[in-house]
């Protein structure tokens, strides 16, 4: 069973940063991608950043380029989400998720077959 844990959530000034992490368990394929997607109260699911297994693709949501960036650690099998400059608009409750497509990184959430319980983020003003 593939399981995702988020941490790194809390309380932030705008201005400010936070640096999420999504620790996975073994996986028994090859092909994957993990995404980062965000859920505000009211709103979609918003796709916000994915990085491919290989390190090949990764994709940005148009509101966090330049601000956001994903990266991994293979050895400690996590994924990470570098928020920097943040506002209001990026409270949410984030999430990671495994997209097990040979094609890689999508921005569409019933693409992704694995999610974590995610990780509340508010950005004050």
């Known amino acids: 069973e593939v399981q995702l844990v988020e941490s790194g959530g809390g309380l932030v000034q705008a201005g400010g940063s936070l640096r999420l992490s999504c620790v996975r368990s073994?996986?028994?394929?090859?092909?994957?991608?993990i995404g980062w997607f965000r859920q505000a109260p009211g709103k979609e699911r918003e796709g916000v950043s994915c990085?491919?297994?290989?390190?090949?693709?990764?994709y940005y949501g148009d509101s966090v380029k330049g601000r956001f960036t994903i990266s991994s650690d293979g050895a400690k099998n996590t994924v990470y989400l570098q928020m920097n400059s943040l506002t209001p608009e990026d409270t949410a409750v984030y999430y990671c998720a495994i997209i097990t497509l040979a094609t890689g990184c999508s921005s569409y959430p019933p693409n992704y077959s694995y999610w974590g319980r995610g990780t509340q983020v508010t950005v004050s003003s």
């Open positions: 073994r996986l028994t394929f090859d092909d994957y991608a």
């Open positions: 990085l491919s297994s290989t390190g090949a693709r990764t």
